[in-house]
């Protein structure tokens, strides 16, 4: 079964320091992964997706298959960016077109930006 | 943007009591939807796959009769705890899928059921 590791609980950075979230995973196969955004009382959104490879509000992803991770990072992190960030991984169902399917979440990473 | 809401936000039953979650997707028809389940201070673990017009399909681990799930509309789905135990307390968040080639999920907001 696959599974999504989220090692950091809690993740404290200054304002205008660089960002880093990590996020692994265990798939045989290969899946499709995203990182979801949850702000205070809000509920989860998409925040990226590795197929689109875009950078939305200054975050990226890059998915490595050889070491199995796909980190969120933000050169400067902006006090607007404090939330609970959560990996997910998809694994679409053969001849679906790609599509997403139900996702496996890691435990989530809450980012705390100081200022 | 696509909106998906649930109903009750918040819910008290007593045990052995059966209880109604409702996801509903407000602009857009959803072809799939899912059920999430979250203990506090706990990652979402997906519980079932909601197609509309056929029959659920559950996670390794949930129990179907417990958790019944009915899909009779592009734009809702029903969660129905049965017999509900203390156990049974937790966050319950659903996600709707426009299109089987669409890659995004939008999530409601979560419903809260405490069982005492």
């Known amino acids: 079964a696959q599974r999504v590791t989220q090692p950091e609980k809690l993740l404290s950075v200054f304002k205008g320091a660089p960002v880093e979230l990590k996020c692994n995973y265990s798939?045989?196969?290969?899946?499709?992964l995203f990182w979801y955004v949850q702000y205070s009382r809000q509920r989860l959104q998409l925040l990226l997706r590795?197929?689109s490879r875009e950078s939305i509000k200054g975050f990226t992803a890059d998915l490595n298959k050889g070491e199995t991770s796909f980190h969120l990072k933000k050169p400067f992190a902006q006090e607007e960016d404090s939330a609970m960030y959560y990996c997910?991984?998809?694994?679409?169902?053969f001849g679906s077109g790609g599509g997403a399917d139900g996702l496996t979440f890691g435990k989530g990473t809450h980012l705390i930006i100081q200022p | 943007g696509a909106v998906v809401s649930q109903h009750p936000s918040w819910v008290i039953c007593k045990s052995g009591t059966s209880v109604k979650i409702e996801c509903r997707s407000l602009?857009?028809?959803?072809?799939?939807m899912f059920w999430y389940r979250q203990f506090p201070k706990q990652s979402l673990m997906l519980m079932a796959t909601?197609?509309?017009?056929?029959?659920?399909?559950?996670e390794q681990g949930v129990e179907k009769d417990k958790f019944l799930i009915n899909h009779a509309s592009l734009t809702l789905s029903t969660l129905t705890v049965t017999s509900a135990h203390p156990e049974d307390s937790s966050f319950y968040i659903c996600?709707?899928?426009?299109?089987?080639?669409?890659?995004?999920?939008?999530f409601g907001p979560g419903t809260r059921l405490t069982v005492t």
């Open positions: 996600s709707a899928r426009v299109g089987k080639g669409s890659y995004e999920q939008y």
């Open positions: 590795h197929i």
């Open positions: 997910a991984l998809s694994v679409a169902p």
């Open positions: 909601s197609n509309e017009g056929s029959k659920a399909t559950y």
């Open positions: 602009d857009f028809q959803a072809t799939t």
């Open positions: 798939y045989s196969g290969s899946p499709e």
